[in-house]
């Protein structure tokens, strides 16, 4: 099972980046996927997922407005637009991988089965 992600990186206030995670290794339209982040010395977050056909998405209030998760089974990908970026948007971004028949709860780590390496998303004021 591997979930690698890309797309991170520096930008300036008010800009825009989009993240990519590939799965691969297991069924990837049975799965729930979420996007996680941890800034240094912080605790990590939950900060968007999608059900496995793309029908719902769940948002953290932080980012609710700014960031659009996204998914394409064909492709077994999941994506994260994010806009607006705000330097306390700074942190690694984790992808993560929830079997549709479990819990669903969405925002909750513990729940998820399989996660990425992450990748850094830094922005500058």
């Known amino acids: 099972v591997q979930l690698v992600e890309s797309g991170g990186g520096l930008v300036q206030a008010g800009g825009s980046l989009r993240l990519s995670c590939a799965a691969s290794g297991f069924t990837f339209s049975r799965y729930a996927m979420g996007w996680f982040r941890q800034a240094p010395g912080m605790e990590r977050e939950f900060v968007a997922a999608?059900?496995?056909?793309?029908?719902?998405?769940y948002y953290a209030d932080s980012v609710k407005g700014r960031f659009t998760i996204s998914r394409d089974n064909a492709k077994n990908t999941v994506y994260l637009q994010m806009n607006t970026l705000k330097p306390e948007d700074t942190a690694v971004y984790y992808c993560?991988?929830?079997?549709?028949?479990?819990?669903?709860?969405?925002?909750?780590?513990?729940?998820?089965?399989?996660w990425g390496q992450g990748t850094q998303v830094t922005v500058s004021s």
């Open positions: 999608i059900t496995w056909s793309g029908a719902n998405t």
């Open positions: 993560a991988a929830l079997p549709s028949s479990d819990s669903r709860d969405y925002a909750n780590g513990n729940a998820y089965y399989y």
